[in-house]
């Protein structure tokens, strides 16, 4: 909900028309499907709202702050890449409980600490994508070694 994903995905999402207050035939523009966004119940006084959208015209049309978070107006009725994009699918602890790293979807990981770097490169070697016998592996490795997974 921190809206770093969806805050370029102004061009991806393509909304062609209105067709009732809170409801939008769209496009993901990456495939060509279209789909009906409908504004969640909860979210519809958010979305009226439009000065936050209008200072950012890059994002996508149906973010919208909500305290220090950033969040999907059309949650319930949002397109396929929305639904299945994972920003972090792992985050990595030390034997403290202290964050050191979070891995992304997009098969990078993000920390300083040059053991769990280490650990990282030995069990990614040449990896280009994601898939769950990685990520059990990955897990399995850092636990191994100590660290936390969660």
């Not at 107006?73 to 602890?93: D, G, N």
């Not at 769990?116 to 990520?135: F, K, P």
Request: glycine share 10%; charged share 25%.
């Amino acid at each position: 909900m921190c809206g770093t994903c969806c805050l370029p995905m102004g061009e991806c999402i393509s909304v062609e028309r209105q067709v009732g207050p809170f409801s939008f035939e769209c496009e993901s523009v990456s495939t060509g499907t279209p789909f009906l966004a409908v504004v969640d119940e909860d979210k519809r006084e958010l979305f009226i709202d439009r000065s936050w959208i209008d200072a950012h015209p890059a994002a996508c049309r149906f973010l919208r702050p909500r305290g220090e978070h950033v969040i999907c107006t059309i949650h319930e009725t949002s397109p396929a890449q929305c639904k299945f994009y994972r920003c972090v699918v792992m985050r990595v602890f030390d034997h403290g409980g202290n964050p050191v790293g979070t891995v992304t979807g997009t098969l990078a990981l993000h920390s300083d600490d040059p053991a769990l770097r280490a650990i990282w490169e030995s069990v990614i070697g040449g990896a280009r994508e994601w898939s769950g016998d990685l990520e059990e592996r990955l897990e399995k490795a850092f636990r191994d070694r100590g660290y936390r997974v969660g």
